[in-house]
C-alpha cells in the first residue's frame, strides 16, 4: 500500500506543477466551457514551492520553505487546499511508514496469510475498486451534468435537480428489500454484473435532455447503488465462509479495500475534472463506463457463484426456503446485536449523505469570510481539490482502522470511540457555521478542521461496518437485511432534503450531529453487550 500512496502523490504533485508551466508556456486549445460557469485553473502550488525551495539558504531553509507555503496557501482557496492535500498525503506516507517500521510478529502471521487468502482478496479487491472508481467518477459533476440541460427550452431548476436526486434516493429506499432478497436468492455475482448494467444505463441517460430519459437514469442508478452495496460485500463474507478462513483476514480485507477505495477516489476525482474540461460534465460519466465492463468482466470470469445458503433461510426453518423479509425480520428481532449494527449503519450513513449534500454551500459561505491575498479568490470554489482532501482524510482513517486491528482493538471498540468522535467534530462544524460572525476569519480553518476529521471517520467506518456486518448478519438473510437498514437510511436523507429551505445549511449539519450522536449509543450499546456476560446486564 505505502508504494501506491507514494506514486500516486508523485504523479499529483507533478501533475499540478507540470500544469503551472503549461499554463505559462503552453498555448493550447481552448476547453469545454459552459456558459454563466467559471471554471478553475490548477493553480501550480507545487511549482512555486520548489521555486522557493531553491532561494532556501542555510540552517533557516526548514522555517523558509513552511514560510513559502504559508505564503503561497494564503493566495486563495486552491493554493490553500492543495497545500492541505499536500500535508494530508505526507501525513499518511509518515503513518504507514512509521507502522512498517513497527510491525510486530502478528503483522508478520498477517503478511505471510496463505495463498488462497490472497487469491480471495484479490478476486474481491480488483472487482470492488474497478466498481467504485466508476462510482466516483459519477459523483463530483452530478450536480453540474444536470444542471447543464435545456429542457422544453428553459434551463433544469434547482428544484428539478433535487427531484432528480430523490428518484434515485427513493428507488434504494423503496425496492432495496427485495433487492437484496432476488440477490440472495439468485446469487451475489449476478447482484454484482446486474449493478454494472443498471450503472452504465444510468451513465448513458446523462447524454440525453429527454426528462423521461433522465428520470429513468436516476431510477437505474438507485436500483444500481442498492447493488453496489450488498452484493459484493455479500459474495466476499460468502465465500470466505466457505473457504474457512480465520475471521481475521475478513477485518484485514475490509480495510484493504477502503484504504484503497480513499486512493481510488482521489484518482476518480482528477480523472473526472479532467474528462469535463474536454467533453463537459458528462464526460466523467462516459469515462466510468469501461470501468464498470471491466470489474464485471472480472466478476464473471473469476468469482464463483454465491448464495444465501437454503438450510438457514427463515431462520434454519425445516424445508430451508427462500432468503425473505419476514426471516429476516423475525432473525433481526432474536439478536438485538443485528438491529444495533443496522441502526448504526442507517444513522451514521444517514447523516454522511446529508453532509455530502451541505459541505458544497457551508465552505462556500466560510471561502467569503476570509481575506486572501489574491482580489477576487473567493469567487471561485475548487470543489475539486477540497473532495481530493477529504478523500486523503478518508484513506488516513482507513489507515489508522487498520493499524488498530492489528493491535487486537476490537472493531466493536474502534467503532465507538470512531462515532464519538464522529459527532463531536459535526457539532463543531455546526458550531463554526452558526457564529461564522464571532468567529471571524477563524470559522474558515475550524470548519475545514471539523470536516477533515469527520473525513477521518468516514474512513474508519467502512471498514468497521463491514467487519461487523460480517460478524454479525446471518449469510442466509444478509442481503436483505442490508438493504432493510437502507429503508431508515433514505428516509433521514429524503426529510432533511424535503426541509432543506426551512433547516438551512446549519439546521441540516445538526440533524447531521444528532444522528451522529445517536449512532454512537448505538455502538457503545452493542459494544457493551461484546463485554463479559457480567457487564452485559446493562446493555438492552
Not at 49 to 63: D, I, T
Not at 381 to 399: Q, T
Not at 442 to 448: M, S
Amino acid at each position: 500500500m505505502i508504494p501506491l500512496v507514494v506514486v500516486i502523490f508523485v504523479v499529483l504533485a507533478f501533475a499540478q506543477a507540470d500544469a503551472y508551466l503549461g499554463r505559462t508556456h503552453v498555448r493550447s486549445q481552448p476547453a469545454f466551457r459552459r456558459p454563466e460557469v467559471q471554471h478553475e485553473a490548477l493553480s501550480g502550488m507545487t511549482f512555486c514551492c520548489l521555486k522557493s525551495m531553491v532561494r532556501l539558504r542555510g540552517g533557516s531553509a526548514p522555517m523558509a520553505f513552511i514560510e513559502g507555503i504559508k505564503t503561497t496557501a494564503s493566495l486563495n482557496p486552491s493554493n490553500y487546499f492543495n497545500s492541505l492535500f499536500a500535508v494530508l498525503m505526507t501525513a499518511v506516507v509518515a503513518f504507514k511508514g512509521i507502522e512498517k517500521s513497527t510491525n510486530d510478529d502478528s503483522d508478520k502471521v498477517l503478511e505471510n496469510k496463505p495463498a488462497n487468502v490472497k487469491s480471495l482478496q484479490w478476486r474481491f479487491l480488483s472487482v470492488f475498486w474497478l466498481l467504485r472508481m466508476a462510482d466516483w467518477l459519477q459523483g463530483p459533476y452530478f450536480y453540474d451534468v444536470y444542471a447543464t440541460k435545456i429542457i422544453n427550452g428553459a434551463a433544469v431548476s434547482a428544484d428539478m435537480i433535487s427531484r432528480l436526486f430523490l428518484v434515485g434516493f427513493a428507488s434504494t429506499g423503496l425496492l432495496g428489500p427485495w433487492i437484496g432478497k432476488l440477490v440472495d436468492k439468485y446469487g451475489r455475482r449476478a447482484g454484482t454484473i446486474a449493478f454494472s448494467l443498471l450503472y452504465t444505463l444510468g451513465a448513458l441517460s446523462t447524454r440525453s435532455s429527454v426528462l423521461a430519459v433522465l428520470m429513468f437514469g436516476r431510477l437505474m442508478g438507485g436500483i444500481g447503488t442498492s447493488l453496489l452495496f450488498s452484493a459484493p460485500e455479500a459474495w466476499m463474507v460468502g465465500e470466505h465462509a466457505k473457504e474457512g478462513h480465520d475471521g481475521k483476514y475478513l477485518g484485514q480485507t475490509f480495510g484493504l479495500a477502503y484504504a484503497g477505495d480513499s486512493l481510488i477516489a482521489i484518482t476518480a476525482g482528477q480523472l473526472a475534472s479532467i474528462m469535463a474540461s474536454k467533453n463537459g460534465p458528462t464526460g466523467p460519466f462516459a469515462l466510468s463506463v469501461p470501468f464498470l465492463w471491466i470489474g464485471a468482466a472480472i466478476a464473471a470470469l473469476k468469482w464463483t457463484e454465491n448464495m444465501a445458503p437454503k438450510s438457514q433461510s427463515d431462520g434454519g426453518g425445516k424445508g430451508g426456503g427462500d432468503s425473505t423479509i419476514p426471516g429476516a425480520l423475525k432473525l433481526m428481532k432474536g439478536d438485538k446485536r443485528i438491529v444495533l449494527v443496522g441502526t448504526m449503519q442507517a444513522l451514521f450513513e444517514g447523516a454522511m449523505y446529508v453532509f455530502v449534500l451541505q459541505w458544497c454551500p457551508a465552505i462556500k459561505e466560510a471561502i467569503q469570510g476570509v481575506s486572501w491575498g489574491q482580489a477576487g479568490a473567493a469567487t471561485i470554489v475548487p470543489f475539486g481539490k477540497i473532495f481530493s482532501c477529504f478523500m486523503a482524510s478518508c484513506l488516513f482513517g482507513s489507515s489508522l482502522f487498520g493499524a488498530l486491528q492489528k493491535r487486537g482493538t476490537s472493531t466493536e471498540t474502534v467503532a465507538q470511540g470512531m462515532m464519538i468522535v464522529a459527532a463531536t467534530a459535526m457539532t463543531v462544524a455546526v458550531a463554526a457555521v452558526k457564529n461564522a460572525s464571532s468567529f471571524g476569519a477563524n470559522a474558515f480553518h475550524v470548519l475545514i478542521a471539523a470536516f477533515l476529521v469527520f473525513e477521518a471517520c468516514v474512513g474508519m467506518y467502512f471498514p468497521s461496518i463491514g467487519t461487523l456486518r460480517g460478524k454479525y448478519l446471518p449469510d442466509s438473510h444478509r442481503g436483505v437485511m442490508m438493504n432493510i437498514f437502507g429503508l431508515p437510511l433514505n428516509l433521514i436523507v429524503v426529510s432533511v432534503n424535503l426541509l432543506i429551505r426551512y433547516l438551512g445549511v446549519d439546521g441540516a449539519l445538526s440533524c447531521s450531529a444528532a444522528t451522529l450522536a445517536a449512532a454512537a449509543g448505538c455502538a457503545a450499546l452493542l459494544n457493551l453487550k461484546n463485554k463479559p456476560a457480567k457487564l452485559q446486564n446493562f446493555a438492552i
